[in-house]
């Protein structure tokens, strides 16, 4: 009977971690309502094939068959239209721009658990999309990506070499420290959470550590620029100060006075910073 009762009660205990979790990865799943059409820029509606079967939604936003491209990446909960403000500000520079929804998010392939490793994948997957683009000459890529999905461009950067450049903004750089500070927000004790990590790990094979930007960043052969309000309080400044330790060589950190996770593009002196990076990073043929 005692045996009987320890597995009732592991049963119910896993019931209520993956309840736990499930609600941990909830969030509103939202499509754009707004396209690259609404400010005259030239457009088309793309699936990019996935690792595991299902498909990316995207735009493909041409320059010009020899030019680099980049590829725009939205962070946690948001879409394509998240990117509409780099969209108008890097098209005219020259690039051809690809962007695109991560899985379980927007009109992509729905997931059970995605994490900043499910959007390095779709980043990779992204990349051999352009790459093997029969619209294109050029090889040159590079990334800009936001909150998660800058995380996810560090770490993408880390396993493939034929990525250049990379610009995030407001990167994560470990999966474990964002959700600790969530958690001790929430005064839950850190045992817990150690317990909840482990069981992820164990139940539905996600390795925390295996997938965080930071254990990449060491490897990547591209010139990264990491841009970080200075008031962020969804991600503090110290990951990004992570990044700039574990791969000084490569990688610069520009500190954007008085904003926080959302807001640095509205800096008077963000997209000059960005165009002079990209200027010598991965020019394009308007420089």
């Not at 030239?42 to 595991?52: A, K």
């Not at 800058?150 to 964002?178: M, N």
């Not at 990590?197 to 052969?221: E, S």
């Not at 841009?227 to 520009?254: R, S």
Request: proline share 6%; with cysteine.
């Amino acid at each position: 009977m005692t045996l009987l009762w320890i597995i009732v009660s592991i049963v119910i205990i896993s019931l209520l971690l993956d309840r736990g979790i499930d609600k941990m990865y909830a969030y509103k799943i939202t499509t754009h309502r707004n396209t690259p059409a609404k400010f005259e820029i030239p457009f088309e509606e793309i699936q990019i094939p996935t690792q595991d079967g299902g498909h990316l939604y995207g735009w493909w936003i041409p320059a010009s068959p020899d030019a680099p491209t980049l590829i725009l990446v939205h962070g946690w909960s948001r879409n394509v239209e998240r990117m509409m403000a780099y969209i108008r500000e890097l098209h005219p520079q020259g690039y051809n721009l690809l962007v695109f929804d991560a899985r379980n998010h927007g009109n992509s392939t729905l997931i059970m658990h995605p994490t900043v490793g499910t959007f390095t994948e779709d980043i990779l997957d992204a990349v051999n999309y352009v790459l093997n683009s029969e619209k294109l000459t050029s090889p040159e890529i590079g990334l800009v990506g936001l909150s998660i999905g800058g995380g996810a461009a560090i770490a993408a950067a880390g396993q493939d070499e034929r990525i250049q450049t990379v610009i995030t903004v407001g990167a994560l750089s470990h999966p474990i420290k964002v959700m600790s500070a969530q958690f001790e927000e929430k005064h839950i004790p850190k045992f817990i959470a150690s317990f909840l990590f482990g069981y992820m790990r164990y139940r539905h094979g996600i390795d925390f550590n295996k997938i965080a930007p930071l254990t990449h960043i060491p490897n990547a052969k591209a010139e990264i620029l990491l841009m970080h309000g200075e008031n962020d309080e969804t991600i503090p400044i110290d990951q990004a100060e992570d990044f700039l330790v574990a791969n000084p060589k490569k990688t610069q950190l520009w500190i954007v006075p008085e904003k926080g996770h959302s807001d640095c593009h509205l800096h008077p002196q963000f997209w000059e910073k960005v165009s002079v990076f990209l200027e010598g990073s991965l020019p394009s043929q308007k420089k």
